[in-house]
C-alpha cells in the first residue's frame, strides 16, 4: 500500500530467480534498442570530435621553434644574472650557460628567418642583439 501512495514503482530488475534459474524476461529483454540509443548518441560525438581535428592544422615546426627561442632567450637572461629565476631569491651567474642558449637562439632564428613575416624578423634581430650586448657587458 504505501509503495502506491508513494508514486514509486518497484521494478525486479534482477536476472536469476530465487532458485538460481535464469529469468525469461531478462533473456527477452537482454537485446533492448538501449546499446542502440547509446551509440547514436555518442556517434554524433565522435563525428563532431573527428570535425574539430580535420579542422585543426597540423602542428607546426615554425610555431614550435618560436616559442623555444622566446623559452631560451629568457633562459639567457637569467643564466647572465640579470633577470631572477621564478621561485628564486638571488641571482644566478652562469655565462657559459647564457652563450649556450644564446648560441642557440641565433641558429634557431637563422633557420626560422625564411618562414616568418618581416616584423617577427626585426623583432627576433632586436633581441639576439640586445642578449649579445649584455652578455658582453656581462663578461667584462
Not at 119 to 127: H, K, V, W, Y
Amino acid at each position: 500500500m504505501e509503495e502506491e501512495q508513494s508514486g514509486y514503482e518497484v521494478k525486479d530488475k534482477r536476472r536469476v530467480n530465487p532458485d538460481g534459474t535464469v529469468k525469461e524476461e531478462t533473456a527477452k529483454e537482454e537485446p533492448k534498442a538501449e546499446p542502440k540509443a547509446e551509440q547514436s548518441a555518442q556517434q554524433p560525438q565522435e563525428e563532431v570530435k573527428s570535425d574539430e581535428q580535420a579542422q585543426m592544422p597540423p602542428p607546426n615546426v615554425y610555431a614550435t621553434m618560436e616559442f623555444i627561442v622566446g623559452l631560451l632567450a629568457e633562459q639567457a637572461w637569467m643564466m647572465m644574472g640579470l633577470r631572477l629565476a621564478p621561485g628564486q631569491k638571488e641571482l644566478v651567474k652562469d655565462l657559459a650557460q647564457a652563450k649556450a642558449a644564446i648560441d642557440t637562439v641565433v641558429f634557431m632564428v637563422e633557420k626560422l628567418d625564411p618562414h616568418i613575416e618581416e616584423q617577427d624578423r626585426i623583432a627576433l634581430r632586436s633581441m639576439i642583439s640586445d642578449l649579445q650586448l649584455n652578455f658582453v657587458r656581462q663578461n667584462q
